[in-house]
Nanobody, 118 residues
Framework: QVQLVESGGGLVQPGGSLRLSCAAS????????MAWYLQAPGRARELVAS???????NYADSVKGRFTISRDNAKNTVYLQMNSLKPEDTAVYYC????????????WGKGTLVTVSS
C-alpha cells in the first residue's frame, strides 16, 4: 500500500510563512501529478496547487505569487512554500498524488492544519 504523510502545519501570524511537506511511501513505481488541496470549515475541498512529474505547475488564483509548489522525485516528496499568509488561508491542507504501483491509483494524505491568526 501507499501512504502520504503531511507535515509542517501550525499556527502563524498574518504575513508569515510556512512550508508544508508530503512524503509518499510504500510500493511505488513512480508518481505522476502531486497536489495540495485545502478544506476550510464548512467549505468543500479545493485545489491549491499541482505539479506534474516533469515540473509543470498549476495554481489557484488565490495563491498565485504567494505559494510555490515543488517536488523531489527521488524522495517521492512534494512541498508547498506558503508566504504572505492571510487569515483566509486557514484550513486543513491535504496532499494528493497519482501513484503507479501495479496500476495508477489516486491517494490522499490525512491532512495538516494551518492556522493564520494574530
Amino acid at each position: 500500500q501507499v501512504q502520504l504523510v503531511e507535515s509542517g502545519g501550525g499556527l502563524v501570524q498574518p504575513g508569515g510563512s510556512l512550508r508544508l511537506s508530503c512524503a509518499a511511501s510504500g510500493s511505488i513505481s513512480s508518481i505522476e501529478t502531486m497536489a495540495w488541496y485545502l478544506q476550510a470549515p464548512g467549505r468543500a475541498r479545493e485545489l491549491v496547487a499541482s505539479i506534474e512529474r516533469g515540473g509543470t505547475t498549476n495554481y489557484a488564483d488565490s495563491v498565485k505569487g504567494r505559494f510555490t509548489i515543488s517536488r523531489d522525485n527521488a524522495k517521492n516528496t512534494v512541498y508547498l512554500q506558503m508566504n504572505s499568509l492571510k487569515p483566509e488561508d486557514t484550513a486543513v491542507y491535504y496532499c494528493n498524488a497519482d501513484v503507479w504501483t501495479i496500476r495508477l491509483v489516486n491517494y490522499w494524505g490525512k491532512g495538516t492544519l494551518v492556522t493564520v491568526s494574530s
